[in-house]
């Protein structure tokens, strides 16, 4: 069997589409594991007592108020949603293109 060159370039082009897929997948695994860190994060803060709490900045632990964690917190896990619904977005339309080559070289090979 003889393997077109227009071919071989579609299946190159499924092969790095699949290999994109699986890099935003790890991606937005890395990001909703790190969501609920920050969900677990803001629960035990607010079952703290006292008014502050301390952040790890690089190596060293500094002493924030309880309310100005909670805002950051909230803000990164804000961040990370919109991320990975950004990821979620870029996944579809891979998910779409790799459907439409696939549908292209089975379509060739027969």
């Known amino acids: 069997m003889v393997i077109e060159k227009a071919d071989k370039e579609d299946i190159m082009q499924f092969q790095q589409t699949q290999q994109q897929l ?12 790190q969501s609920s860190e920050i969900v677990a994060s803001l629960n035990e803060l607010s079952t703290m007592k006292d008014d502050s709490a301390f952040e790890v900045v ?16 909230k803000e990164k896990e804000e961040l990370l949603n919109l991320r990975v619904s950004s990821i979620d977005k870029q996944l579809e339309k891979l998910t ?3 459907k439409k080559l696939q ?4 379509k060739s090979i027969r």
Request: aromatic share 0%; glycine share 2%.
């Open 22 to 33: 699986q890099m935003l997948l790890m991606q937005k695994q890395n990001m909703q594991i």
């Open 58 to 73: 690089g190596n060293i632990l500094v002493k924030k108020s309880k309310d100005e964690l909670n805002k950051r917190l």
């Open 96 to 98: 779409d293109k790799a």
């Open 103 to 106: 549908e292209k070289l089975a």
